[in-house]
């Protein structure tokens, strides 16, 4: 888990501190829902982007039936539960990132909330029952690497999930920035600005 505070934090990782907090219910209702919806984009982009290297990466595949799985079409459920599943896992790794344990009760709070609402916007699986999926992983590889297979498995690739999870370990393993870019921005952005910003 990582326990590093203030300074001490990797550079380019946003710190959230108490002067962060938000204000008023109001304040606190907008932040929030602004975090979980541009979280949830950013988790689709991201795994829209490892599925298409890995359809460009088709012809090198050693045989036809791993070839056919990577080129295949997803359907709407398939997506939208791989989509949750890396959701899920991105809010973990963010209150990792922020502390874990030591992490300021509102910021747990408001993480929480976060996780809570992934289930208005996309139903299934519910949050709570992916996260009791997991087992208790001591480090984020080992628990990123099972959260790849299980994103597979939710892509509908069956059996061949652990093979193909490496192409997929990227979204949690290689974006850090995009999830600390979306809280500071949905912590310290003016409320007009976040009120006028559009969905892509």
């Known amino acids: ?32 829902n602004f975090y979980a919806c541009w979280m949830s984009v950013a988790v689709s982009d991201a795994l829209y982007e490892c599925l298409m290297a890995l359809r460009q990466a088709a012809p090198n595949l050693p045989n036809d039936i791993v070839r056919n799985l990577a080129l295949k079409a997803y359907s709407d459920e398939e997506y939208a ?46 949050a709570l029952t992916v996260m009791h999926s997991y087992e208790d992983f001591g480090d984020v590889v080992s628990l990123s690497r099972a959260a790849a297979a299980r994103t597979c498995r939710a892509l509908g ?3 061949f999930s652990p093979g193909f999870s490496a192409a997929v370990e990227r979204v949690f393993l290689k974006t850090s920035p995009q999830r600390q870019q979306i809280l500071q921005e949905a912590l310290t952005l003016p409320l007009e600005t976040m009120r006028t910003r559009p969905l892509p």
Not at 1 to 27: D, I, K, S, V
Not at 89 to 98: F, K, S, T, V
């Open 157 to 159: 690739f069956g059996d």
């Open 81 to 126: 539960s791989a989509v949750k599943e890396v959701l899920c896992i991105w809010l973990h790794l963010e209150a990792m990132d922020q502390g874990g344990d030591k992490t300021d009760q509102w910021l747990l709070t408001f993480l929480r909330l976060a996780f809570s609402a992934s289930d208005h916007l996309i139903p299934e699986p519910e």
């Open 1 to 32: 888990m990582h326990e590093t505070r203030g300074e001490e934090l990797p550079p380019g990782l946003f710190q959230a501190r108490p002067e962060h907090r938000p204000a008023t219910n109001e304040e606190w209702n907008e932040r929030l």
